[in-house]
């Protein structure tokens, strides 16, 4: 059983913050670089950020500046992606991503394993 699991999505009035989490069974994701996307309706699935084997961390969205962070509980096995001040444009469908390598990468089809993602909803 190899699965991601994300929660942690919700109703959040602009300029709020949440933390998603991704957390992982069947596999130890250390091995693994995790990577989050989401999709907003009629739109294509997009990288926001990742985090790799090695602990480094890649931001994927000028819209981001420096709003978002990923990071790592490894004793969780657990990836959350950390969002202050949200802004209406991020609302959306939030996927986290495994993929079978040490390095990132911000697009989606060199990921492996996907969860079913979590609805983030930015609005007052």
């Known amino acids: 059983q190899l699965q991601l699991v994300e929660s942690g999505g919700g109703l959040v009035q602009p300029g709020g913050s949440l933390r998603l989490s991704c957390a992982a069974s069947?596999?130890?994701?250390?091995?693994?670089?995790i990577g989050w996307f989401r999709q907003a309706p009629g739109k294509e699935r997009e990288g926001v950020s990742c985090?790799?084997?090695?602990?480094?961390?890649?931001n994927y969205l000028d819209s981001e500046k420096g709003r978002f962070t990923i990071s790592r509980d490894s004793t969780r096995n657990t990836v959350y992606l950390q969002m202050s001040s949200l802004k209406p444009e991020d609302t959306a469908v939030y996927y986290c991503?495994?993929?079978?390598?040490?390095?990132?990468?911000?697009?989606?089809?060199?990921?492996?394993?996907w969860g079913q993602g979590t609805q983030v909803t930015v609005s007052s």
């Open positions: 985090i790799s084997h090695f602990g480094g961390s890649t």
């Open positions: 991503a495994a993929r079978r390598s040490y390095s990132c990468s911000g697009h989606v089809s060199p990921y492996d394993y």
């Open positions: 069947g596999f130890t994701l250390d091995y693994y670089a």
